[in-house]
């Protein structure tokens, strides 16, 4: 295939964490090429002044945020944009013919309502929000193929629902009582500087934020009620830790019935077969985040406690990666109907 046949990619917001991701695993990626990186502050500057790491790599110059210069260059847009900008810049993309997928939240929750309560800014238009897919690829992959918009999940939502969507939709825990216990590295937080992500602030701490105010509350709400068929709520608390990537999400939960380790084991496992991006760790592993480092996997492990009656279910994720911009290429893939690892088949970093 020569380089003229290969899909031509934008990326709006390619300074920020999410979008220098997609740089990184797209480079590799045998059937696209990265034609158009773009800034709303940075125009015309080199992509690689703002990141050295990338000298020689990538340093074609910014191009500005011109919907008709993004359409003379790129078939398919990500928008890694902070929430707010999607909303009114993917229908003009759209409109102009362009595939989008886009990293924020701004069209993942399907109520306007829940959106302005949760994100406090103005939702997206209905006639857009309705055309947008949530890409949870392993649970929606069906739906994505073929889509031309995607709304890629949150970090905490990825970890989270992976580990809880087989075991819901089994009616093997009961939903009512489903408590998430997540914690981030700081990348999580992009790359703008502020107080709360402050080296000294962060280091040698750990802390929790947005308790019972987190906007992924309603996007993971939204995936466990239509899995389970009703309206779940639930608890779910993240916590800041001082490292760069990772999240791990800790969830309990009342199991319905008796269930042993083995069991969820092999529920997960024929859930998730032949996606290759989810590995079920063997009974008594847990996963760690230096597991998935670098990677598109999401592991999960589980430990039950036959005294409480109660499963403990421990996902790990890169959140950039798995969490953005790797499940973001992993659903371009699933659109264009082509494998869905191509490009991403990184081993984890480790140590
Ligand atoms: N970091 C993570 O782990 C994850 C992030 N996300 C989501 O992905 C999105 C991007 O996150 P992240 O990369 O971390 O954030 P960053 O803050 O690192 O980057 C966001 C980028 O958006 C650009 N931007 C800001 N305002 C505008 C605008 N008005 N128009 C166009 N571009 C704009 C900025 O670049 P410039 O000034 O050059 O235009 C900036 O570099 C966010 O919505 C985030 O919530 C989702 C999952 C995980
Ligand atoms: C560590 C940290 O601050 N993480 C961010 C994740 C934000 C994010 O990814 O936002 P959206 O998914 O809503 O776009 C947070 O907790 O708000």
């Not at 209905?126 to 392993?138: C, D, I, P, T, W």
């Not at 969507?165 to 502020?194: E, F, L």
């Given at each position: 295939m020569t380089n003229h046949q290969k899909l031509r990619i934008g990326i709006v917001g390619s300074t920020g964490y999410g979008g220098v991701e997609l740089v990184r695993l797209l480079l590799t990626h045998p059937l696209v090429e990265i034609t158009s990186v773009i800034s709303s502050s940075s125009a015309g500057e080199p992509f690689s002044d703002g990141y050295p790491h990338m000298t020689e790599i990538l340093s074609q110059p910014l191009d500005p945020v011109d919907v008709e210069l993004i359409k003379s260059k790129a078939d398919l847009?990500?928008?890694?944009?902070?929430?707010?900008?999607?909303?009114?810049?993917?229908?003009?993309?759209?409109?102009?013919?362009?595939?989008?997928?886009?990293?924020?939240?701004?069209?993942?929750?399907?109520?306007?309502?829940?959106?302005?309560?949760?994100?406090?800014?103005?939702?997206?238009?209905?006639?857009?929000?309705?055309?947008?897919?949530?890409?949870?690829?392993?649970?929606?992959?069906?739906?994505?193929?073929?889509?031309?918009?995607?709304?890629?999940?949150?970090?905490?939502?990825?970890?989270?629902?992976?580990?809880?969507?087989?075991?819901?939709?089994?009616?093997?825990?009961?939903?009512?009582?489903?408590?998430?216990?997540?914690?981030?590295?700081?990348?999580?937080?992009?790359?703008?500087?502020?107080?709360?992500?402050?080296?000294?602030?962060?280091?040698?701490?750990?802390?929790?934020y947005k308790v019972n105010k987190h906007q992924h509350i309603p996007e993971i709400e939204q995936v466990l009620s239509r899995e389970a068929g009703r309206e779940v709520v639930t608890t779910f608390t993240t916590h800041l830790v001082p490292m760069t990537r990772g999240i791990m999400s800790s969830m309990y939960a009342e199991i319905n019935g008796t269930r042993t380790e083995e069991d969820f084991i092999a529920l997960y496992r024929e859930y998730y077969e032949g996606r290759k991006f989810v590995r079920v760790r063997n009974k008594g592993i847990l996963p760690a985040t230096k597991e998935v480092y670098g990677s598109n996997y999401c592991d999960i492990g589980f430990a039950v406690d036959a005294r409480t009656g109660r499963v403990t279910i421990i996902s790990v994720i890169d959140n950039v990666v798995k969490g953005a911009a790797g499940q973001a290429i992993q659903n371009m893939n699933l659109m264009m109907g082509w494998d869905e690892t191509l490009g991403l088949m990184h081993a984890p970093i480790y140590p």
């Open positions: 847009v990500f928008t890694a944009t902070p929430a707010g900008v999607s909303t009114e810049l993917a229908p003009k993309l759209l409109d102009a013919g362009l595939k989008v997928i886009d990293l924020a939240g701004d069209f993942r929750l399907q109520s306007r309502e829940t959106y302005e309560r949760w994100y406090q800014k103005k939702a997206p238009e209905a006639a857009y929000l309705q055309k947008a897919v949530y890409g949870l690829s392993e649970v929606y992959g069906e739906e994505v193929a073929g889509a031309s918009f995607i709304s890629n999940p949150g970090c905490y939502p990825t970890a989270t629902l992976l580990g809880l969507v087989p075991a819901v939709k089994a009616g093997w825990i009961d939903p009512d009582t489903i408590v998430i216990d997540a914690k981030s590295g700081v990348s999580g937080a992009g790359r703008g500087v502020s107080l709360g992500v402050h080296y000294s602030e962060v280091n040698e701490n750990l802390k929790a």
